[in-house]
Structures are given as C-alpha cells and as structure tokens.
C-alpha cells in the first residue's frame, strides 16, 4: 500500500516536469531553420512551391506555433502522440515497432556492463595495486576512452570480415526466413557485437565505480569488526562490504536507464540496428516534431520508472533509507 | 584545357577500363536464375511510389516495382517500356502513345490507358517534384481504346524533352487502387506499391529492409533472373562498406559509401567500382552567389572568386578519377545537349583574381581583408563538405575571408531558397537529361520565393529569361540544342552560378553481379536482365 502511495506521488510530481519537457524540446526546434517539408524538398531533390503549399497545409504546419502547440498538448492530453511525417502512420505504432530493438539491447549490455562491472570492480578493490588491479583499470581506461563507433568498426573488421564469425549488422537475417528457437538464435547472433560495442564502455564505468565503493567500505569500522568475529574473508566481502558498495552503482544504474534508451544512435547506426537512437536522431534531421516528442514522452516515462525501482532497491539494500514517509 | 595532362590521361584512362571490362568478362557465361540481390539503401524515405516522387532514393524500390512509359537505352536513347511507340503532332500540342498490349498489374488487373490517364492527370501534374512543372500546359489525356493515351498540350510540348523526362517522371501507377479512395498522398500503396515490373513488392520493415520478389507473370519473356531483391538499411557509410566485404551486401549505388571506402573497394577484386550506368545522374558541384551582396552583385566579383580556385588541383587531391573540371550548367555526358562553344571558362590564376578585385574597388585592408563573406555547404556529400574547405583557405590566399556555416538538408534549403540568408552557398546541380527539366530554373527569374533549387540569387537576366522560355516551346530538336548553346555561354558569361566540377554517381558492386550498369540510369531501372553468377 505504501508502495502504491509513493508511486501516485511520484507520478503527480514528474507530471509538470514531463510537460515543461515537451514544451521545450517543441520551442527547441522551432529555432532550428528549416521544417519538415523543407526537410522532404531535400530529400526529393526538388519540388514546386505550390508543392510545399500543399504539403505544409497536409502537415498542420500553416498554423502559428502556438496553435500548434496547443494541438499537441491537448493531443497528448487525450493520450494521442499524433502522426508521424516521415512514416506516415501514428507515433504510438512507430515507436512500439522500435523499442523491442532498443530494450533488447538496452537490456543486454546493461546486464553485461553491470555484471563485469561488478565482478572486477570487487577482484580489482581485493587486489588493490597488485598486477590484478593494474590489468583491470588499465583495460577498464583502455574500453572508457576508446570511441564507441571506431570499437564496433573495428569488431566488424574483425569478427564479420576476417573471422567470419558474426554478422556485419542488422538485427536478423532477412535473406532466409528462420522461425521459433532458430530464429531467436539468429537475433542473439546479431547482437553480440552490438552489445559488446555498448556494454564494454559501460562496464569501463561500473567498475571504476564498483573498485573506489569497494574501497571505500572495505575500510569502515563495521568490516574490522566482522574480520575480528573470525568471518572468513569471502563472507565478508559478500554479506557485509558489497551489499553496502552496491548503492553507488544502483544509482548509476537509474540515472544511465534513461540515457542508454536515446543514446545509443550510433551503435544502432554503426550496426544498423532499427532502434529508438536512431529514430529519434532521423526524427530531428526530417523535422519530424511528432514522433521526436513522442520518444522525449516514452523516454521521459521510462526515466520516471526506473528511478521509482531504484528508489524501492535503496530501500532494500539499506534499509537506512526509508521509502519516506 | 584546363585539365593537367596527368589527371586527363587517368581520366580517361579509367572510362576506358570500365566500359572495356564488363564485355569482356560476360561474353561466354549463360544467364543463372535465382539467387538474392542485396541492396544499400542508405536515407528511408517517406514513400515509395515513384509516380509521386522524382529521387533516386524511391527508384532504387520502386523502380523494379512500378515501371514508366519510357526508358533510356544502353546508349543514352528513349526505349519503350510501358509505352510501344509514339509519335507527336507538327504543332507539337497532341502526342500519343501506343501502349503494350497484355501487361498486368501485380494484382491482376489489366494495365490500360486509363492508368495512364488517371496517373498523369493526378499525380505527375499535379504531385511529382519536377512532373508538376514539366507537365504544367497539359490540358487533357484522351484514351480513344484501351492501348491509347493521347496527351494534349495547351504549349507545344518538345517531343525529346517529354522523351528524356519520362524515363524519370513517367512512372505508371494502378489507377483502381487510388481513385476513390481518399488522399493521394495517404494511400497505403505508396509503402507497399503494386506496379507492373518484374518484382513484387512484399515486405517493409522500416529501419530495417525492403523484400521484392520474382514477378512470375512479367511481360518481358524469361525475366527477371533473380528470386528476390533484398535493399538493408545502412545509414553509416562504413558501415556499409564492411558489410559489403562482409557479403552481406551486393551493390551500393548512387555514391553510397565513403570517397575513401570506395577507392579501396575499387582495388579488390571482388568489387567493381565504377562511374559507368550513372552516365544519366551526372551533376555539377556548384557555387551560388548571392546578388543581395553588393560585392558579389559585381561581376568583377564573381569572376575574380572563380578564377582563384584551382579546380584541377581540387580534383586531383580529393575526388580523384571520379570526377572532372566542369564546363557549365548541361555536363558534358548529355550527348544531345552538350555545346561545343562552352563560353568563358575561367582558369586558375591568382593574379588576375586580385586584380578584378583590385579592379572593383575592394582594396585588401590593413589585415589583408578585402571583405567577408558566409558560406553555406549543403549536407550532400562529403565532396561539398572539402569543396567548402577548400574555397575558403583558396580565397584567404586573395583576401576574401569565409566564414563556413553547416547545417542539414532542411536548414541549408530554408535559410539559402527561403531566408536568403548566405553569401556563397555550394551544393550540386543535378541534371536529368534535358536542361528544361531542372536546370533553368537555376537561371530564369521570377521563380517563387522557398522553391528549392532555383534561381534565388535576386539575379534577373531578360536575355538569358527569352532564350529558356524559347527552347521550352521549342518542337524543333536542332534549333533547341542551339538555343541551350546559347544558354549555357550566357551562364557562363554573366556567373549567377558557377558549375566547376562535373560528377557521375560512383557505384560499388560485387563482381558476382552480370549485366549491371548497362543502361545510364542502372541505379533506377527494372533490373529484369540481372542477375548473380555462383
């Protein structure tokens, strides 16, 4: 029941917040020149200005800003994210179409930066400046600072074109068509790659993270004590420093959730995955106001989820921290 | 020439390869059918039927799905696809066409002249970028049977401007399938078109691929060869070239990868690269000078900037085999057009560029400034992109300083045709095959304020205005290449714009591929004859 109060707070709390978003990213790109009719003229290579006349009156786009505005808003009010101009069907489909990809990908490097993270950051803070630690943070420094787009070029280069072993890119293979068991099998193929590409840059920073919390706690009163109980060193590690270490890293986890979903545009381009990135990135190009609000509207909710589940894991990890009340 | 004798001779050296290599290597093989073609497709649009969009990136679907009354042939002549035979009035007003007889659409129905009346009537003249200013003195289509379609003219119509324009702007569309039923531009067809070329539409997974299949009751005997066409969404370059080496990728048209990438491809055997079956895409990279300006308005001005940058050099360094020094607005790959008396073509010389300038009055300042000017590179190449660099360090070198401005597509359209808002803008020109088509709305005045890719330079020439509404109406074919002579030594002399490079799209095939690029638009035809060797 407590649950259910604070997530009704939560939600009447982001409300305003979520509005003053759209509006924003809408008066945002009204300053960038050029609309979405402009944006199809260069795509054609040409057209009449009787044409664009036309097509501006199609898009709703021959009314002032702040008509349109307020269409939108009272759209949205009604849960309508409105029409996309570049696909021609509504936003809702569009994006739904897309985010199997992204959270697909999302989840899978995610997990993957999250669980090596957490694994060396504890191997790296146990052997601290012996040859563990320094093999780790280097190659931890070594993923950090590598550009992601030239690391998934580079895995191409490598694992597609040399090897052999994997696909180049894209999601599944659409020259044959696969089905059931087999077919998941090929999508898990094709996102190797793509998740390594993501995930290892992740994992750079979550065990960074990981090693300094580790650290940190390993020399706190309470495990000195647990030491001279007679705890053998392994249950002490696992039962009392990396619950407590664990808290940086939720939080990391939550606030990344929400960058992750836009910010991945280009490992989808690189990989030609058809994600949320990418989608949102073609959106600003084409001037497509619709769905580029539709995906601040998704991600903005999305955001707002993960960080009430967050909230709810500090609570369990540390029961210090109350759900407020 | 303005060409170094050594870019000249690799030049010519490499056309020579490309139209020599793929007879040699076909001669002896017989035809496979089967097999999977896969396509680049590097920018989604927003639909698919062509009747309603004149770019290459819906051709490159669309065009193996719906097919036109005419195309071009292997060399460069309007050959019958839809359309059989046709002939013109003397007064040039009525021209009718005969059409192929049992031709079917993908649904079944019988393809007649009502599709072409319906098509023409509603969506060329009316829709199509370029059809609707092509078709814009068309008053009717007759249908006297179902095999005919007369087009009557309120203006003589040039029978070999409508020749060369529908290869682009004549595709045909499924007249039950759009009358009656609501917006034109809203009709599912248009992302899942049904035409009557050899391959059937099937699957569009936006983000993702395209899927067309075999057509089994196509109207040409025997074709097509291949099983299904599959196009893959790419949108970065490098990317498509690795999955080109990858195999994942057959052919990447319309210069589709990296200027770097495709000189790479080119050394592999398992790849051709090469400018040949593009010859009918050929475009200009272009410097537009806004009149606006009190500087550029002074023709001082405009040569000066002309004749201090070194072209041939450009060439060499960035672009390679790939491209030549440009001649004017119609490039030298329009064998009908192409005038032997090109007018001034002003060559490097950084001397003379400082005198005019000297000469008009714009003395260099303590600086070494003379005047500033904003540039605009629009976003289609990366050729634009250096070109721009390019300009700017040559023209610090004679005191005019450039300030660089990069948008995106719609921005540079917005601010350059709408707002006005540059000095110097360079982009590409591109011709279609007649100079009517798209290139003298570059030149005649009173062009809409916002209409992209026309003459908004606040420059208005009478003369230059009478000899393109002359050669509009022109039904004579020699006397009008004579007047697009007149045209283009006019360009060239008064410089609203000026043409330097001459480019053909560069396509990037696997070697396994047979009978590609055998026609000057390969990239948009029917591919009913290719097909894929083991």
Do not use: C
């Not at chain 2, 303005?2 to 390869?17: E, F, G, N, P, V």
């Not at chain 2, 300038?357 to 050729?383: H, I, M």
């Amino acid at each position: 029941m407590r649950v259910l109060v604070l997530a009704g707070r939560r939600l009447a709390a982001s409300i305003p917040t979520l509005f003053l978003i759209l509006i924003g990213v809408f008066l945002l790109l009204q300053l960038a020149p050029g609309d979405t009719v402009d944006a199809l003229m260069a795509q054609m290579g040409g057209g009449d200005a009787a044409t664009a006349r036309q097509l501006r009156e199609f898009y709703g786009l021959d009314l002032s800003v702040w008509a349109q505005l307020g269409n939108y808003l009272w759209r949205l009010v009604r849960l309508d994210l409105g029409f996309s101009a570049i696909y021609g069907k509504p936003v809702a489909t569009v994006i739904a179409e897309r985010l199997p990809a992204t959270i697909l990908l999302m989840t899978a490097s995610l997990s993957l930066a999250f669980f090596f993270g957490l694994i060396l950051g504890v191997v790296a803070a146990r052997g601290v400046n012996k040859w563990p630690d320094t093999l780790i943070s280097t190659l931890g420094l070594m993923f950090y600072a590598m550009p992601t787009f030239w690391f998934g070029l580079m895995a191409i280069v490598v694992f597609s074109i040399y090897l052999q072993w994997l696909p180049a890119g894209g999601f599944e293979d659409i020259t044959v068509s696969y089905t059931g068991l087999r077919r998941t099998l090929d999508i898990a193929t094709h996102l190797v790659l793509p998740t390594l590409t993501l995930g290892l840059f992740y994992m750079a920073i979550y065990l960074r993270i990981m090693r300094g919390s580790m650290l940190e706690v390993l020399n706190l009163d309470f495990v000195r004590t647990a030491r001279s109980k007679g705890m053998d060193e392994t249950r002490v590690v696992v039962r009392h420093v990396l619950r407590n270490a664990l808290l940086p890293m939720v939080t990391l986890i939550g606030l990344q959730a929400g960058t992750m979903l836009g910010g991945s545009v280009v490992v989808e381009s690189v990989f030609s995955l058809p994600g949320l990135g990418r989608l949102a990135y073609e959106s600003v190009i084409q001037r497509d106001l619709n769905t580029l609000l539709g995906i601040v509207f998704v991600s903005a909710l999305l955001v707002i989820a993960v960080n009430f589940i967050v909230d709810l894991l500090y609570a369990r990890l540390d029961p210090r921290i109350t759900t407020g009340s | 020439m303005d060409m170094t004798r050594r870019a000249a001779l690799k030049t010519s050296a490499a056309i020579a390869s490309s139209v020599l290599f793929p007879m040699r290597s076909f001669a002896q093989e017989t035809p496979r059918k089967g097999g999977v073609f896969t396509v680049h497709y590097g920018a989604e649009q927003r639909q698919l039927n062509p009747s309603l969009q004149a770019s290459t990136g819906v051709y490159i679907i669309g065009g193996k799905i719906q097919e036109q009354l005419v195309d071009l042939d292997a060399k460069g002549q309007p050959v019958g696809v839809l359309a059989e035979s046709w002939e013109s009035s003397a007064d040039g007003k009525t021209i009718t066409f005969k059409l192929r007889p049992s031709v079917t659409w993908h649904d079944g129905k019988p393809f007649t002249s009502a599709d072409v009346q319906y098509t023409a009537m509603e969506m060329w003249k009316k829709i199509l970028n370029y059809g609707s200013t092509l078709q814009l003195f068309l008053t009717a289509v007759d249908t006297p049977d179902p095999l005919t379609a007369v087009f009557r003219y309120e203006r003589p119509m040039p029978l070999n401007l409508l020749l060369r324009a529908l290869p682009d702007l004549g595709y045909v569309s499924p007249r039950h399938l759009y009358e009656g039923k609501g917006d034109i531009r809203q009709n599912p067809v248009n992302l899942a078109p049904v035409g009557t070329g050899p391959f059937k539409f099937v699957q569009y997974e936006r983000g993702q691929h395209v899927i067309a299949e075999r057509n089994p009751n196509y109207w040409r005997a025997n074709a097509p060869y291949l099983d299904r066409i599959v196009w893959r969404v790419v949108t970065d370059r490098a990317a498509a070239a690795a999955q080109m080496e990858a195999g994942q990728i057959h052919y990447s048209p319309f210069s589709g990868l990296t200027i770097s990438d495709s000189a790479r491809l080119g050394k592999d055997p398992r790849f051709i690269v090469s400018t040949k079956g593009n010859e009918g895409n050929a475009r200009t990279n272009t410097i537009e000078f806004n009149f606006r300006r009190k500087e550029l308005a002074d023709i001082r001005v405009r040569r000066a900037i002309a004749h201090a940058l070194d072209i041939p050099f450009f060439i060499e360094n960035f672009l390679g085999d790939f491209a030549k020094r440009g001649t004017g607005p119609i490039p030298s790959v329009s064998t009908d057009f192409y005038p032997a008396d090109n007018g001034p073509q002003y060559p490097f010389d950084k001397k003379l560029a400082a005198k005019l300038l000297d000469e008009a009055g714009f003395k260099p300042g303590a600086s070494g400034t003379r005047f500033s000017l904003r540039l605009l590179p629009a976003p289609w190449g990366e050729d634009i992109s250096l070109f721009a660099t390019f300009i700017q360090q040559s023209l610090a070198d004679v005191g005019i300083k450039i300030e660089i401005v990069r948008t995106d597509g719609g921005g540079f359209l917005k601010q350059v045709y709408d707002d006005h808002a540059f000095d110097l803008a360079t982009g590409w020109h591109q011709y279609r095959n007649d100079p009517a088509v798209s290139t003298t709305v570059w030149y005649r005045s009173g062009q809409p304020k916002g209409a992209p890719w026309t003459n908004q330079w606040d420059w208005t020439d009478p003369t230059i205005d009478k000899i393109i509404d002359d050669a509009a109406t022109e039904v004579d074919a020699a006397k009008r290449k004579a007047l697009y002579g007149d045209f283009v030594r006019r360009a060239n002399s008064e410089l609203p714009i000026w043409t330097p490079i001459e480019q053909i799209f560069l396509t990037a095939i696997s070697a396994k591929a047979r009978n590609h690029s055998n026609t000057p638009r390969w990239g948009s035809a029917s591919w009913h004859d290719l097909w894929l060797a083991e």
